[in-house]
């Protein structure tokens, strides 16, 4: 089993029925750690030490949060920056994070039909999250494609939380096909490239 760090980050999640739900459903799931980062930090004073130890004792981390201004909420941005620092992530000696996953659980407000040259955000989901697979590369880490909920404020949750139930297991359990979700654009519900299931 692979050993997995989930993080949660949304300033109010009692307004998100999608963030909501997706927590209910892994929350005190065995062998994940999971985490609310603004609960844990609601005075954004990050306990830069116990978070490397945190990441030092897991294989795989899951960041979990909605797409704000076409980034993270402020919190997670504030944790990268002071956590995954020089030394530790990067630069020399910097390689402690190396061969670990990064995946993130995203979700938009706008339907998927903006994300695209054709659409009013004019770009894919994936090139505001760019800065994260970028980050995970120079740490040496493998970086697999987002889980993502398009349409978040309009759309019934339910299926998208059974999806991240299903998929936070399969990564616990080492059956979610880390290549083929390193190749793909997004996952969503419906498209995990799950093994071993008939």
Same mark, same amino acid.
């Not at 990441?55 to 402020?74: E, G, K, R, T």
């Not at 800065?131 to 349409?151: K, S, T």
């Not at 339910?158 to 190749?183: I, V």
């Given at each position: ?35 609310? $980062? ?13 978070? @490397?130890? %945190?990441? +030092? /004792?897991?294989? *795989? ?63 894919? $989901? ?13 740490? @040496?880490? %493998?970086? +697999? /494609?987002?889980? *993502? ?50």
């Amino acid at each position: 089993m692979a050993r997995l760090l989930h993080y949660a980050a949304h300033p109010s999640p009692g307004t998100s029925s999608a963030n909501s739900a997706m927590l209910k459903r892994i929350r005190g799931l065995e062998g994940i750690t999971s985490l609310d $980062l603004y609960a844990e930090y609601p005075r954004y004073d990050i306990d830069i030490e116990d978070e @490397q130890e %945190r990441l +030092l /004792a897991h294989d *795989v981390i899951v960041l979990q949060f909605p797409l704000f201004w076409y980034s993270c909420p402020a919190l997670v941005k504030e944790w990268l920056d002071l956590v995954w620092e020089h030394g530790f992530a990067y630069g020399r000696g910097g390689d402690r994070l190396k061969g670990k996953v990064l995946m993130l659980a995203v979700t938009t407000g706008g339907p998927q039909e903006a994300y695209g040259t054709e659409g009013y955000q004019h770009y894919e $989901l994936r090139t505001f999250l760019t800065p994260f697979e970028q980050a995970a590369r120079l740490a @040496q880490m %493998r970086f +697999l /494609a987002p889980y *993502v909920l398009h349409g978040a404020l309009k759309t019934e949750p339910e299926a998208h939380a059974l999806g991240f139930l299903r998929l936070m297991t399969a990564l616990r359990d080492e059956r979610l096909d880390l290549r083929a979700a390193e190749s793909a654009d997004i996952l969503t519900h419906d498209t995990l490239p799950l093994m071993g299931i008939n």
